[in-house]
């Protein structure tokens, strides 16, 4: 087995990936690099699809204050202060960053100055874009600024399968799984950042890219790192239903709220009205989400269980101007978006919880940094639309100079267990040694039924007391695997470790919502439906090896009396 | 719908022969793509298929493939455009490593080549002013949508004759794009690099990487454009 060392090991290449490189570089030139993902590099991950844009605080008659204000009040005033605070500031330096030195281009005003448009939940229209696909501009420009930086090597379809620590609990690397030739490597580093994002996709319908399966999340589990907020799982009010294909769930951006767009009830009724009365389509995504699927589950959806967005009263010429991507990708189910309504559903999306970390990324393992998706608190019960992209970069920065502070180019890392590489080894290729068992994707189909069943939009102890049980079920399952083929670029074998992955995550999210006895953000609970400030302005924790523990939000910038709005006041539409 | 036959390359180069063809049997449904029936072709009859996709919307430029001979993107190609019998093979121009999955190195190679990354005219932190219908954004944006999916180098028929020996339509187009981006400083540098033995002069005009695009964009405008531009500056013109 291939053994390399380097100094800074990364894993996943959306925004914080590819930022943690950027920086960590920057700061130390003489440092060597390794950003590993299980993609190609660029084309994995989710900053790539963002659509609408990056929220940031450019005008001078915005305020990073404002800004903050509407994350905290978005995220029902459980986020993490701090981070939320870090988020908010560094946002105009990251994205004049990737304009003036990475060579994106936003779209401009006619004055030539850049534009910005109105996303939900906010108080400014902030939201930076590059027509409505502005995570393929972002993430390609940073690639090819990669290429400028030879000492930052790029690792296509090579995933991480453990992290490695040393006797004393320090990061000593990763094992990795070059897919393409199916062998194993170990790399030593005396830093590894985790980027890969998270795990909507044990949902059935979800709108992330297929191969994310939460695998950063689960190896910090797994190597013992605390999470918190891992009930937070977002919805995304607006994700295309297209039946018997793997489009479902595909986003139509949050800018078609934002530019008035239309959500109507099988029945033809705006039925945000009922829920939302002043904010309308442009509340946050959990409760316009929420309000969907309860529309849904009262009878009043499509015959493919879905509900209706409607911007064709923009005029057919401006949709087809504003929304060129969404246009297209509504012309894959046969729809004419600029013409007609489009059938859609909630899809998962995102999650705010993750790895407990602090405003420098740092997780409680040393030399163990997490950014991005992956990383929890700064979203708190529910990011607002144009947020993530904004986190992904400004955290994944952060993280690349705090691992550049604490390593040495080419010093020693910490000393790993080979004995434990060869364990780790045996369970990964357990499942190719099987003469019969399961077949991973069936796992998976049923994984994505049961979460939106009972870990879905609406919750009970119930349903989450069954699926708590059913998880267990299927990690057994997991257990019994079999795939066919051999070891080299098999699909199948690697939708093991995909589902293994994933099922390790649900069941921190199954575990997070059943403490949770009230509603808050994108957690709602039916037999616990308003918002507990009492006793819930807590965050939820899980680690491997404990039970769930909720500890108090610490006010740090604002006090919450100061947020209001940020409550589940009342259990609207529901019987 | 009726059923259709998927006909699917299988080839793995360390102890193949030469490659051979398997056909399976799919129950096509609205709405279902190529990239659909790959996924039905591994989980239920086969799971030692190989083929690459990530986003499954256009977006990230990994599951091009040939099918019924055309370069294509699998995730945005029908299968009830495509009749009854699918044959799906790997991109030309680029080595397999196992069935469908091809390795990329040579596009990203030549990408590398042009000196694909931005390089600051000045140093600023500031946006530049630059109106909206500027002339010069107007050319370079009907192009930035390249999702480096390498279609069009597979269907490059120079990049095939000179067996990887041209840069290829879509590091061409990129390199036009920094040339004309008035915030670029290194446009002189690489207009060099792009003018050579394995650059835009090099191009027959053949429209295919127009053709198979799946974003639209006409590379043999960008590589005109180079053309006129390398001529201008050999002449002393403003470029």
């Known amino acids: 087995m291939e053994e390399i060392q380097t100094d800074i090991l990364i894993l996943g290449s959306g925004g914080a990936g590819l930022f943690a490189a950027h920086h960590a570089i920057d700061t130390k030139p003489d440092l060597d690099i390794i950003v590993a993902a299980k993609g190609m590099i660029g084309k994995s991950g989710c900053t790539r699809m963002v659509q609408g844009g990056y929220n940031v605080v450019l005008h001078p008659d915005d305020s990073v204050e404002k800004h903050f204000y509407d994350t905290i009040k978005g995220g029902g005033a459980i986020n993490n202060q701090k981070m939320a605070w870090t988020l908010v500031n560094d946002a105009p330096d990251r994205i004049r960053e990737l304009e003036t030195k990475m060579g994106v281009f936003f779209d401009r005003n006619k004055d030539g100055t850049v534009h910005q448009k109105p996303f939900a939940g906010q108080s400014f229209d902030r939201t930076v874009h590059k027509g409505d696909l502005t995570g393929i501009e972002i993430i390609s420009r940073m690639r090819d600024q990669l290429y400028a930086k030879p000492n930052v090597k790029a690792w296509d379809e090579v995933r991480a399968v453990e992290l490695l620590l040393d006797e004393t609990g320090r990061t000593a690397g990763c094992l990795m799984l070059c897919m393409g030739t199916g062998e194993f490597i170990v790399v030593r580093a005396q830093a590894v950042i985790v980027g890969t994002g998270g795990a909507a996709t044990m949902y059935k319908i979800a709108t992330p890219s297929l191969e994310k399966a939460g695998d950063g999340m689960a190896m910090c589990y797994r190597a013992g790192t605390a999470f918190l907020d891992m009930e937070m799982m977002q919805f995304h009010p607006t994700g295309l239903l297209a039946e018997n294909s793997r489009l479902n769930g595909g986003v139509l951006e949050e800018g078609l709220r934002g530019a008035g767009g239309y959500l109507m009830n099988a029945d033809g009724e705006r039925f945000m009205e009922k829920y939302d009365p002043e904010r309308l389509e442009r509340s946050t995504r959990d409760r316009v989400s929420r309000a969907a699927y309860m529309e849904i589950m009262e009878g009043r959806g499509t015959t493919l269980e879905g509900v209706y967005v409607d911007v064709s009263h923009l005029g057919k010429e401006n949709v087809r101007a504003q929304f060129p991507g969404m246009v297209e990708r509504c012309q894959d189910v046969g729809k004419d978006l600029s013409v007609e309504p489009v059938e859609i559903s909630p899809a998962a999306h995102f999650q705010m919880g993750g790895v407990h970390v602090d405003e420098n990324n740092r997780s409680s393992i040393e030399g163990l940094f997490v950014a991005g998706e992956d990383a929890g608190g700064v979203h708190g019960a529910n990011r607002l639309g144009g947020n993530g992209v904004c986190d992904s970069t400004v955290f994944g920065a952060r993280a690349g100079r705090a691992a550049a502070e604490v390593v040495t180019p080419g010093g020693e890392p910490a000393a790993y267990s080979l004995s434990e590489v060869h364990a780790h080894i045996e369970a990964a290729t357990a499942p190719l040694e099987r003469e019969e068992g399961e077949n991973p994707f069936y796992i998976r189909n049923d994984l994505k039924q049961l979460m939106w069943e009972k870990v879905g939009l609406v919750r009970n102890e119930k349903a989450l007391t069954e699926a708590v049980e059913e998880l267990q079920t299927l990690e057994d399952r997991v257990n019994r695997v079999k795939v066919g083929g051999g070891r080299k670029y098999n699909v199948s074998w690697q939708e093991y470790l995909n589902v293994r992955n994933l099922v390790s995550v649900a069941k921190m999210v199954a575990e997070s919502a059943l403490l949770r006895t009230e509603s808050r953000g994108s957690h709602y609970r039916e037999d616990f439906p308003a918002s507990d400030d009492e006793r819930w302005l807590q965050n939820v924790f899980v680690q491997q090896g404990k039970e769930a523990w909720a500890e108090p939000v610490e006010p740090t910038h604002i006090s919450f009396e100061d947020v209001s709005g940020h409550k589940i006041e009342r259990p609207a539409g529901v019987k | ?239």
């Open chain 2, 1 to 239: 719908m009726e059923k259709v036959q998927v006909s699917v390359m299988r080839y793995e180069p360390e102890t193949d022969e030469s490659p051979y063809y398997e056909t399976f049997e799919i129950q096509p449904k609205k709405n279902m793509t190529v990239l659909d029936t790959l996924f039905l072709i591994v989980e239920d009859q086969d799971a030692s298929l190989s083929f690459r996709c990530a986003c499954r919307l256009g977006m990230c430029g990994t599951c091009g493939m040939m099918i019924n001979g055309r370069g294509r993107l699998s995730c945005r190609t029908k299968v009830e455009a495509l009749g009854s019998e699918i044959k799906v093979e790997p991109m030309r121009n680029f080595p397999v490593i196992k069935d469908i999955a091809v390795d990329m190195e040579p596009f990203f190679d030549s990408w590398q080549k042009v000196q694909p990354y931005f390089v600051p005219k000045e140093d600023t932190d500031e946006f530049s002013i630059i109106p909206h219908d500027d002339k010069a954004r107007q050319v370079i944006d009907k192009n930035t949508d390249c999702i480096t999916c390498g279609l069009c180098y597979q269907s490059c028929d120079v990049v095939s004759m000179r067996d990887g020996e041209f840069l290829g339509p879509a590091a061409l187009t990129r390199a036009h794009n920094l040339i004309a981006d008035e915030r670029d400083g290194a446009t002189h540098e690489r207009l060099e690099k792009v003018t050579g033995s394995e650059g835009a002069f090099e191009c027959h005009s053949f429209g295919a990487c127009m053709e198979v695009c799946p974003k639209g964009i006409n590379p043999m405008e960008s590589i005109q454009k180079i053309k006129t531009k390398k001529l201008k500056k050999t002449l002393g013109l403003k470029i």
